[in-house]
Protein backbone atom coordinates (compact mmCIF):
# COMPACT_ATOMS: atom_id res chain seq x y z
CA UNK A 1 0.00 0.00 0.00
CA UNK A 2 1.30 3.77 -1.06
CA UNK A 3 2.14 5.78 2.10
CA UNK A 4 1.09 9.40 1.83
CA UNK A 5 2.66 12.34 4.65
CA UNK A 6 0.83 15.19 5.22
CA UNK A 7 2.96 17.63 6.77
CA UNK A 8 0.75 19.60 8.79
CA UNK A 9 -2.84 19.17 10.27
CA UNK A 10 -4.26 22.37 9.73
CA UNK A 11 -6.45 23.52 6.86
CA UNK A 12 -4.48 22.65 3.91
CA UNK A 13 -3.32 19.16 5.62
CA UNK A 14 -6.90 18.51 7.03
CA UNK A 15 -8.49 19.00 3.31
CA UNK A 16 -6.12 17.07 1.98
CA UNK A 17 -6.51 14.04 4.64
CA UNK A 18 -10.29 13.64 4.14
CA UNK A 19 -10.12 13.63 0.27
CA UNK A 20 -7.41 11.11 -0.31
CA UNK A 21 -9.68 9.01 2.90
CA UNK A 22 -12.72 9.59 1.26
CA UNK A 23 -11.98 8.91 -2.31
CA UNK A 24 -9.06 7.01 -2.31
CA UNK A 25 -9.21 4.34 0.53
CA UNK A 26 -6.35 2.01 -0.88
CA UNK A 27 -3.61 5.03 0.09
CA UNK A 28 -2.36 5.19 3.70
CA UNK A 29 -2.38 8.24 4.79
CA UNK A 30 -0.13 9.63 7.85
CA UNK A 31 -1.12 13.47 9.45
CA UNK A 32 2.12 14.77 11.58
CA UNK A 33 1.25 17.92 13.29
CA UNK A 34 3.02 19.78 16.54
CA UNK A 35 -0.28 20.52 17.78
CA UNK A 36 -2.83 18.25 18.74
CA UNK A 37 -6.19 20.16 18.00
CA UNK A 38 -7.46 22.45 15.38
CA UNK A 39 -9.32 25.75 15.53
CA UNK A 40 -10.16 28.17 12.70
CA UNK A 41 -8.31 31.71 12.94
CA UNK A 42 -11.57 33.87 12.92
CA UNK A 43 -12.03 31.64 16.40
CA UNK A 44 -9.82 33.49 17.85
CA UNK A 45 -11.54 36.79 16.48
CA UNK A 46 -14.91 35.46 18.25
CA UNK A 47 -13.00 35.05 21.33
CA UNK A 48 -11.33 38.83 21.33
CA UNK A 49 -14.84 39.82 20.57
CA UNK A 50 -16.73 38.16 23.60
CA UNK A 51 -18.84 36.07 21.03
CA UNK A 52 -17.82 32.59 21.86
CA UNK A 53 -15.01 31.35 24.18
CA UNK A 54 -11.94 29.67 21.96
CA UNK A 55 -12.30 26.13 23.21
CA UNK A 56 -15.89 25.41 22.00
CA UNK A 57 -14.42 25.93 18.50
CA UNK A 58 -11.40 23.41 18.62
CA UNK A 59 -11.14 19.64 17.92
CA UNK A 60 -9.03 16.89 18.56
CA UNK A 61 -6.87 15.66 15.82
CA UNK A 62 -7.16 12.44 17.46
CA UNK A 63 -10.17 12.47 15.68
CA UNK A 64 -8.10 11.82 12.43
CA UNK A 65 -7.98 7.92 13.75
CA UNK A 66 -11.63 7.35 13.98
CA UNK A 67 -11.64 7.98 10.26
CA UNK A 68 -8.23 5.69 9.18
CA UNK A 69 -5.99 8.25 9.61
CA UNK A 70 -3.02 7.82 11.68
CA UNK A 71 -2.10 11.09 13.27
CA UNK A 72 1.27 11.77 14.78
CA UNK A 73 1.63 14.35 16.95
CA UNK A 74 4.86 15.84 16.89
CA UNK A 75 7.63 18.35 15.75
CA UNK A 76 8.90 17.85 12.21
CA UNK A 77 12.68 18.68 12.53
CA UNK A 78 14.02 17.51 8.92
CA UNK A 79 12.90 17.07 5.70
CA UNK A 80 14.60 15.07 3.15
CA UNK A 81 12.46 15.99 0.20
CA UNK A 82 13.93 14.20 -2.75
CA UNK A 83 14.06 11.17 -0.50
CA UNK A 84 10.65 11.80 0.60
CA UNK A 85 11.56 11.33 4.43
CA UNK A 86 10.16 13.00 7.21
CA UNK A 87 12.41 12.96 10.82
CA UNK A 88 10.43 13.50 13.39
CA UNK A 89 11.46 15.19 16.90
CA UNK A 90 13.08 11.85 18.76
CA UNK A 91 14.81 10.83 15.68
CA UNK A 92 12.02 8.48 14.00
CA UNK A 93 12.13 8.83 10.39
CA UNK A 94 9.07 8.35 8.62
CA UNK A 95 8.96 7.26 4.73
CA UNK A 96 6.38 8.27 2.20
CA UNK A 97 5.27 7.53 -1.16
CA UNK A 98 4.56 11.44 -1.53
CA UNK A 99 4.45 13.87 0.71
CA UNK A 100 2.13 17.02 1.33
CA UNK A 101 3.29 19.89 2.74
CA UNK A 102 0.73 22.21 4.66
CA UNK A 103 3.01 23.41 7.16
CA UNK A 104 1.19 26.74 7.29
CA UNK A 105 3.41 30.50 8.29
CA UNK A 106 5.54 31.07 10.41
CA UNK A 107 6.12 34.61 12.27
CA UNK A 108 8.57 37.05 11.13
CA UNK A 109 10.83 37.09 14.06
CA UNK A 110 11.56 40.39 14.31
CA UNK A 111 7.66 41.41 14.27
CA UNK A 112 7.52 39.45 17.31
CA UNK A 113 10.46 40.96 18.84
CA UNK A 114 8.37 44.47 18.97
CA UNK A 115 5.92 42.82 20.39
CA UNK A 116 7.48 41.99 23.55
CA UNK A 117 7.01 45.56 24.77
CA UNK A 118 4.72 45.77 27.59
CA UNK A 119 0.95 46.06 26.62
CA UNK A 120 1.98 44.74 23.68
CA UNK A 121 0.79 41.48 21.90
CA UNK A 122 0.39 38.64 19.03
CA UNK A 123 -3.26 39.15 18.16
CA UNK A 124 -2.71 36.42 15.92
CA UNK A 125 -1.90 34.11 18.74
CA UNK A 126 -4.51 32.24 20.68
CA UNK A 127 -2.48 31.78 23.79
CA UNK A 128 -1.93 35.37 24.30
CA UNK A 129 -5.95 35.86 24.40
CA UNK A 130 -6.36 35.84 28.40
CA UNK A 131 -4.06 38.84 28.53
CA UNK A 132 -5.46 40.70 25.92
CA UNK A 133 -8.99 40.36 27.37
CA UNK A 134 -7.22 41.47 30.56
CA UNK A 135 -6.30 44.31 29.56
CA UNK A 136 -8.79 45.47 27.08
CA UNK A 137 -11.22 44.97 30.83
CA UNK A 138 -8.92 47.35 32.48
CA UNK A 139 -8.16 49.95 30.15
CA UNK A 140 -10.72 52.75 31.30
CA UNK A 141 -9.09 56.02 29.34
CA UNK A 142 -6.07 55.93 26.66
CA UNK A 143 -5.45 54.43 23.23
CA UNK A 144 -5.72 50.58 21.48
CA UNK A 145 -3.68 50.33 18.32
CA UNK A 146 -4.00 47.29 15.82
CA UNK A 147 -1.17 47.16 13.79
CA UNK A 148 -0.32 45.19 10.52
CA UNK A 149 3.39 44.98 11.02
CA UNK A 150 4.37 44.00 7.37
CA UNK A 151 3.33 41.60 4.66
CA UNK A 152 2.50 38.94 3.76
CA UNK A 153 -0.21 38.23 6.55
CA UNK A 154 -2.84 35.94 7.56
CA UNK A 155 -6.51 36.68 6.45
CA UNK A 156 -6.25 40.28 5.17
CA UNK A 157 -9.73 41.32 6.79
CA UNK A 158 -8.91 40.12 10.11
CA UNK A 159 -6.84 43.11 11.74
CA UNK A 160 -9.98 45.57 10.71
CA UNK A 161 -12.13 43.12 11.99
CA UNK A 162 -10.41 42.94 14.91
CA UNK A 163 -10.02 46.42 15.59
CA UNK A 164 -14.03 46.96 15.10
CA UNK A 165 -14.53 43.74 17.74
CA UNK A 166 -11.92 46.10 20.20
CA UNK A 167 -14.77 49.41 19.09
CA UNK A 168 -17.57 47.03 20.11
CA UNK A 169 -16.22 45.59 23.26
CA UNK A 170 -15.42 49.18 24.44
CA UNK A 171 -18.36 50.65 23.95
CA UNK A 172 -20.29 47.66 25.55
CA UNK A 173 -18.27 48.73 28.77
CA UNK A 174 -19.18 52.06 28.69
CA UNK A 175 -15.20 53.39 28.32
CA UNK A 176 -15.09 53.70 24.34
CA UNK A 177 -15.93 57.82 25.10
CA UNK A 178 -12.28 57.72 26.97
CA UNK A 179 -10.44 55.41 24.77
CA UNK A 180 -9.21 56.39 21.22
CA UNK A 181 -9.47 52.71 18.47
CA UNK A 182 -6.94 53.19 15.71
CA UNK A 183 -5.30 50.77 13.34
CA UNK A 184 -2.32 50.98 11.41
CA UNK A 185 -1.04 49.27 8.12
CA UNK A 186 1.73 49.69 6.06
CA UNK A 187 -0.52 49.51 2.84
CA UNK A 188 -2.04 52.70 1.13
CA UNK A 189 -5.94 51.20 1.65
CA UNK A 190 -7.75 48.45 3.94
CA UNK A 191 -7.97 45.66 1.59
CA UNK A 192 -5.50 46.15 -2.09
CA UNK A 193 -6.29 42.24 -2.28
CA UNK A 194 -9.91 42.57 -2.38
CA UNK A 195 -9.70 46.04 -4.45
CA UNK A 196 -10.17 49.84 -4.22
CA UNK A 197 -14.41 49.12 -3.40
CA UNK A 198 -13.76 46.61 -0.82
CA UNK A 199 -11.32 49.08 0.62
CA UNK A 200 -13.52 52.07 0.54
CA UNK A 201 -16.15 49.37 2.27
CA UNK A 202 -14.01 48.96 5.22
CA UNK A 203 -12.67 52.29 5.45
CA UNK A 204 -16.40 53.71 6.06
CA UNK A 205 -17.25 51.10 8.88
CA UNK A 206 -14.02 52.50 10.43
CA UNK A 207 -14.96 55.54 10.29
CA UNK A 208 -18.26 54.90 10.90
CA UNK A 209 -16.94 53.61 14.13
CA UNK A 210 -14.59 56.47 14.78
CA UNK A 211 -11.86 54.11 14.18
CA UNK A 212 -8.82 55.94 13.16
CA UNK A 213 -7.49 54.59 9.97
CA UNK A 214 -3.33 54.89 9.54
CA UNK A 215 -2.57 53.80 6.08
CA UNK A 216 1.31 53.75 4.67
CA UNK A 217 2.45 53.08 8.25
CA UNK A 218 4.96 50.88 8.21
CA UNK A 219 6.13 49.74 12.06
CA UNK A 220 9.54 50.52 12.79
CA UNK A 221 9.81 50.79 16.52
CA UNK A 222 7.71 49.85 19.64
CA UNK A 223 9.56 51.32 22.83
CA UNK A 224 7.40 53.26 26.11
CA UNK A 225 4.05 53.03 24.90
CA UNK A 226 4.74 54.64 21.05
CA UNK A 227 4.44 52.95 18.16
CA UNK A 228 7.53 54.82 15.50
CA UNK A 229 6.46 54.63 11.94
CA UNK A 230 9.01 54.24 9.21
CA UNK A 231 8.03 58.36 7.40
CA UNK A 232 8.60 59.77 11.17
CA UNK A 233 4.97 59.69 12.49
CA UNK A 234 4.40 58.42 15.73
CA UNK A 235 1.27 56.55 17.57
CA UNK A 236 0.31 56.55 21.41
CA UNK A 237 -0.87 53.44 23.02
CA UNK A 238 -1.99 51.85 26.17
CA UNK A 239 -2.97 48.61 24.65
CA UNK A 240 -0.83 47.05 21.11
CA UNK A 241 -2.56 44.44 18.99
CA UNK A 242 0.03 43.76 16.57
CA UNK A 243 -0.04 41.55 12.95
CA UNK A 244 3.23 40.16 12.66
CA UNK A 245 4.39 39.32 8.70
CA UNK A 246 4.10 35.65 7.57
CA UNK A 247 7.21 33.53 6.99
CA UNK A 248 7.87 30.16 5.54
CA UNK A 249 8.82 27.74 8.05
CA UNK A 250 12.59 27.71 9.16
CA UNK A 251 12.17 23.51 8.50
CA UNK A 252 11.06 24.57 4.71
CA UNK A 253 14.08 27.04 3.89
CA UNK A 254 16.75 24.70 5.50
CA UNK A 255 15.36 21.77 3.35
CA UNK A 256 15.97 24.15 -0.07
CA UNK A 257 12.06 24.27 -0.84
CA UNK A 258 11.70 28.11 -0.92
CA UNK A 259 11.88 30.27 -3.68
CA UNK A 260 12.87 33.98 -4.22
CA UNK A 261 9.67 34.87 -2.74
CA UNK A 262 10.80 33.49 0.30
CA UNK A 263 8.11 30.84 0.69
CA UNK A 264 7.50 27.69 -1.51
CA UNK A 265 6.53 28.18 -5.30
CA UNK A 266 4.55 25.38 -6.21
CA UNK A 267 2.83 24.80 -9.77
CA UNK A 268 -0.14 26.76 -9.22
CA UNK A 269 -2.36 24.65 -11.32
CA UNK A 270 -0.76 21.07 -9.50
CA UNK A 271 0.79 22.38 -6.69
CA UNK A 272 3.46 20.02 -7.37
CA UNK A 273 6.92 21.19 -6.28
CA UNK A 274 9.69 20.78 -7.90
CA UNK A 275 10.36 17.82 -6.46
CA UNK A 276 9.11 14.55 -7.44
CA UNK A 277 5.78 13.53 -5.68
CA UNK A 278 6.23 16.76 -3.33
CA UNK A 279 3.31 18.88 -3.37
CA UNK A 280 2.81 22.13 -1.37
CA UNK A 281 -0.11 24.16 -0.65
CA UNK A 282 -1.38 26.81 2.36
CA UNK A 283 0.23 29.65 3.85
CA UNK A 284 3.85 27.54 3.39
CA UNK A 285 3.66 28.62 -0.59
CA UNK A 286 3.65 32.11 -2.77
CA UNK A 287 0.85 31.57 -5.29
CA UNK A 288 1.41 34.52 -7.55
CA UNK A 289 -1.63 36.28 -9.04
CA UNK A 290 -2.03 39.64 -10.80
CA UNK A 291 -1.27 41.94 -7.98
CA UNK A 292 0.89 40.16 -6.15
CA UNK A 293 -0.38 36.68 -4.89
CA UNK A 294 -3.28 34.94 -3.51
CA UNK A 295 -4.17 35.99 -0.06
CA UNK A 296 -2.89 33.85 2.85
CA UNK A 297 -6.51 32.54 3.83
CA UNK A 298 -8.05 28.74 4.61
CA UNK A 299 -10.24 28.65 1.85
CA UNK A 300 -7.61 28.87 -0.16
CA UNK A 301 -5.40 26.36 1.65
CA UNK A 302 -8.54 23.86 2.00
CA UNK A 303 -8.62 24.24 -1.93
CA UNK A 304 -5.06 23.57 -2.75
CA UNK A 305 -4.95 20.41 -0.26
CA UNK A 306 -7.92 18.98 -2.22
CA UNK A 307 -5.55 19.12 -5.79
CA UNK A 308 -3.05 18.35 -4.21
CA UNK A 309 -4.30 14.80 -2.63
CA UNK A 310 -5.89 14.21 -6.72
CA UNK A 311 -2.67 14.48 -7.87
CA UNK A 312 -0.72 12.46 -5.47
CA UNK A 313 -3.57 9.46 -6.09
CA UNK A 314 -3.00 10.74 -10.18
CA UNK A 315 0.72 10.16 -9.46
CA UNK A 316 0.53 6.61 -7.14
CA UNK A 317 -2.42 5.00 -8.44
CA UNK A 318 -3.13 6.53 -12.16
CA UNK A 319 -6.82 8.04 -11.13
CA UNK A 320 -7.48 11.60 -12.92
CA UNK A 321 -5.82 14.58 -12.06
CA UNK A 322 -7.33 18.11 -10.89
CA UNK A 323 -5.98 21.69 -11.10
CA UNK A 324 -6.28 25.07 -8.74
CA UNK A 325 -9.05 27.67 -10.09
CA UNK A 326 -7.81 30.55 -7.97
CA UNK A 327 -11.74 30.35 -6.89
CA UNK A 328 -12.04 31.69 -3.01
CA UNK A 329 -13.86 33.55 -0.78
CA UNK A 330 -13.57 35.48 2.60
CA UNK A 331 -16.02 36.38 5.50
CA UNK A 332 -15.69 40.15 6.48
CA UNK A 333 -17.08 40.31 9.65
CA UNK A 334 -18.71 43.53 11.59
CA UNK A 335 -20.05 43.86 14.88
CA UNK A 336 -23.70 42.61 15.24
CA UNK A 337 -23.47 39.31 13.43
CA UNK A 338 -23.30 40.78 10.28
CA UNK A 339 -21.12 39.55 7.50
CA UNK A 340 -19.55 40.88 4.19
CA UNK A 341 -18.84 38.48 1.48
CA UNK A 342 -16.19 38.30 -0.59
CA UNK A 343 -15.56 36.10 -3.54
CA UNK A 344 -14.41 35.83 -7.04
CA UNK A 345 -11.27 34.31 -8.92
CA UNK A 346 -8.60 35.75 -7.46
CA UNK A 347 -6.21 34.18 -10.20
CA UNK A 348 -8.25 36.27 -13.15
CA UNK A 349 -5.79 38.17 -15.25
CA UNK A 350 -5.21 41.27 -15.28
CA UNK A 351 -7.09 41.68 -12.18
CA UNK A 352 -8.84 39.56 -9.76
CA UNK A 353 -12.41 39.24 -10.81
CA UNK A 354 -13.35 39.74 -6.93
CA UNK A 355 -17.14 40.88 -5.70
CA UNK A 356 -18.30 42.11 -2.41
CA UNK A 357 -21.73 41.50 -1.08
CA UNK A 358 -22.67 44.08 1.56
CA UNK A 359 -22.88 42.67 5.15
CA UNK A 360 -26.26 40.96 6.61
CA UNK A 361 -26.88 38.41 8.92
CA UNK A 362 -27.74 35.53 6.16
CA UNK A 363 -24.12 35.81 5.45
CA UNK A 364 -22.75 35.26 9.20
CA UNK A 365 -25.34 32.38 9.47
CA UNK A 366 -23.27 31.06 6.08
CA UNK A 367 -19.85 32.05 8.16
CA UNK A 368 -21.16 30.00 11.38
CA UNK A 369 -22.16 26.83 8.84
CA UNK A 370 -18.75 26.92 7.26
CA UNK A 371 -16.69 26.02 10.47
CA UNK A 372 -19.57 23.58 11.68
CA UNK A 373 -19.28 22.03 8.17
CA UNK A 374 -16.32 21.34 7.97
CA UNK A 375 -14.88 20.98 11.76
CA UNK A 376 -17.63 18.04 11.29
CA UNK A 377 -16.32 16.51 8.09
CA UNK A 378 -12.67 16.50 8.63
CA UNK A 379 -12.84 15.90 12.68
CA UNK A 380 -16.59 15.11 13.57
C1 LIG B 1 -7.27 35.83 13.33
C2 LIG B 1 -7.34 35.04 12.05
C3 LIG B 1 -8.52 34.98 11.33
C4 LIG B 1 -8.58 34.25 10.15
N1 LIG B 1 -9.77 34.22 9.47
C5 LIG B 1 -9.85 33.52 8.31
C6 LIG B 1 -11.07 33.46 7.59
O1 LIG B 1 -12.10 34.02 7.99
N2 LIG B 1 -11.08 32.76 6.42
C7 LIG B 1 -9.96 32.11 5.95
O2 LIG B 1 -10.04 31.50 4.89
N3 LIG B 1 -8.79 32.17 6.61
C8 LIG B 1 -8.71 32.85 7.78
N4 LIG B 1 -7.51 32.91 8.45
C9 LIG B 1 -6.28 32.37 7.82
C10 LIG B 1 -6.17 30.87 8.03
O3 LIG B 1 -6.21 30.54 9.38
C11 LIG B 1 -4.86 30.37 7.43
O4 LIG B 1 -4.67 30.94 6.15
C12 LIG B 1 -4.91 28.87 7.32
O5 LIG B 1 -4.86 28.32 8.62
C13 LIG B 1 -3.75 28.32 6.47
O6 LIG B 1 -3.86 26.92 6.41
P1 LIG B 1 -2.55 26.02 6.30
O7 LIG B 1 -3.00 24.61 6.24
O8 LIG B 1 -1.65 26.54 5.24
O9 LIG B 1 -1.76 26.28 7.68
P2 LIG B 1 -2.26 26.04 9.16
O10 LIG B 1 -3.73 25.96 9.24
O11 LIG B 1 -1.56 27.09 9.96
O12 LIG B 1 -1.68 24.60 9.53
C14 LIG B 1 -0.30 24.37 9.63
C15 LIG B 1 -0.08 23.30 10.69
O13 LIG B 1 1.29 22.88 10.63
C16 LIG B 1 1.74 22.66 11.94
N5 LIG B 1 3.21 22.78 11.95
C17 LIG B 1 3.95 23.83 11.53
N6 LIG B 1 5.26 23.56 11.62
C18 LIG B 1 5.36 22.30 12.13
C19 LIG B 1 6.45 21.44 12.42
N7 LIG B 1 7.73 21.79 12.23
N8 LIG B 1 6.17 20.21 12.92
C20 LIG B 1 4.88 19.80 13.12
N9 LIG B 1 3.82 20.57 12.83
C21 LIG B 1 4.05 21.81 12.33
C22 LIG B 1 1.05 23.70 12.78
O14 LIG B 1 0.96 23.30 14.13
C23 LIG B 1 -0.31 23.82 12.10
O15 LIG B 1 -1.30 23.02 12.74
C24 LIG B 1 -7.43 33.59 9.66
C25 LIG B 1 -6.24 33.63 10.40
C26 LIG B 1 -6.18 34.34 11.59
C27 LIG B 1 -4.90 34.35 12.36
New binding site residues.
Given amino acids: MSHVVI ?7 LAAAHELRTAHPELDVTV ?4 DH ?1 F ?3 A ?2 WDLAGIRPLVQGTRSLDALAGRGVRFVQ ?4 DLDAAGRRVTIAGGEVLEADALII ?5 KAPPHLALLEAPSAHD ?2 DGAALPDIHADLDAITAGRVVVSILGGPF ?2 P ?2 PFE ?1 ALAVDERLRRRGVRHAVSVAISTPQPMTLPVAGVDASRYVAQFLAERDVELLAEAKVETVADGVIGFADGRTSAYDVLLGVPAAVA ?1 R ?1 LVDAGLTGASGFIEPDVATLRTGVERVYA ?4 THIPNAIGALP ?6 AAE ?1 VVAATNVAADLLGTAEATFDGYGY ?2 LELPGERVAFVEGNFLAEPRPEVTLTEADHAQYER ?1 VAFERERLDTWLG
Avoid: E
Avoid at 32 to 35: E, G, K, N, P, S
Fill in positions: LGGGFGGIDRRFMGFKLADVVALGAALYLCPAAPLVGDCKAGVFAGCFK
